[in-house]
């Protein structure tokens, strides 16, 4: 009974050490060091306002939802590249839909409603297409995804010539985009995009944890060969995860259009970067088999954070955003090597006594 408290002591440190070794650790323990230098240094006397905080928290609920999209094509060794295209496209669809329809007399509500729809349905179709040509075709995923990357941006130019289609008339898309839900009884307002990663985030999370389908998701990506022979309907499983990245984009193009106040042809321009980085950053390899939800939000949130310091630090901040994400993601690439080798395995594991 004596020797307890030290093998619980021992316990609860291997645990420790092995968090901190993990991608999830690694990035929360950056973010937590960013967070406090700039909301601690005068340097940075604006971070931590209400409204910085309010923006950052948007734009980490924007890159999540698009980086959880990409992280279900990632878990079974594949890739979308459409994503940024995607987001463009879709803005400008719902705002050609709607402007098209209340023209025409239909009444806003309604006219709505079918934008909306339309960007959804669109965005299932075209991840049924992109499954269906990577399954029955055999085609890589980097060239299906890197030619609707293409078409997809000529489109949403030829919506409208090149020029953003308005979308303020319609209240409900700019309540999405823009506003801020308010704790009860508090100051502190949640944007509403922050509020959709969430709930978007916990339905995905408990399909990959907690469903046969989601063990299918993580058993194609570590070896689709072996899964096919043990039953699993492989097209099924390619199905869910384009489509389920095409709809959380399309869900994001609607909520972008909000805040913008309009369809934008350049919208999401590089957004597939980010979204590949994120989910990189927080854990998940690009050969398939291993990631998490909760990691690509982390990395979505360090990107954002990363970017919110250079827009503090530097002129001209978009010129240096795609150094960058970059920079990141090759870090997170290295990271991820260097934790499949055996000094860093042995690093994360608990020791003797551990038990």
Known sequence: MASSPPNKAAGLSGNLKRWLAS???SVVFVIAALWIYMATTSYFPRFASPDNLG??????????????????????????????SQLGFDGMLMARVMTDLADRGVPIPQAT????????????????LHASLIH??????????LGSMSILRSAAQLLNNAVPIPIDRFETVRFLGNEKLYISGTHIGIPVPTLVMVVLAGIISAILMGTRLGRQVYAVGSNEEASRLSGVNVFKVLVFVYCGC??????????????????????????ELNAISAAVIGGALLTGGRGSVAGAILGAALLQCLLSVINFVLHNPSMW???VVGT????????????????FRRFGKTGPGSG
């Open 55 to 84: 923006n950052l928290g948007r734009a980490i609920g924007f890159q999540s939802i698009t980086a959880t999209g990409e992280l279900l094509v990632i878990l079974t060794g594949g890739i979308d590249l459409s994503v940024g």
């Open 328 to 343: 990141v993601l090759v870090a997170a690439v290295v990271l991820n090597q260097l934790r499949q080798m055996p000094l």
């Open 23 to 25: 991608s999830e650790g």
């Open 246 to 271: 095409s709809l959380l984009t399309g869900i994001t193009a609607i909520l972008y259009a909000g805040y913008g106040g309009q369809g934008n042809p350049t919208q999401g321009e590089m957004a």
């Open 136 to 145: 029955y075709l055999r085609l890589p995923p980097f060239v299906v995804t």
């Open 113 to 128: 409603a079918a934008g909306i729809g339309a960007v959804l349905v669109f965005s299932l179709l075209l991840g049924l």
């Open 321 to 323: 955003s795609g150094t």
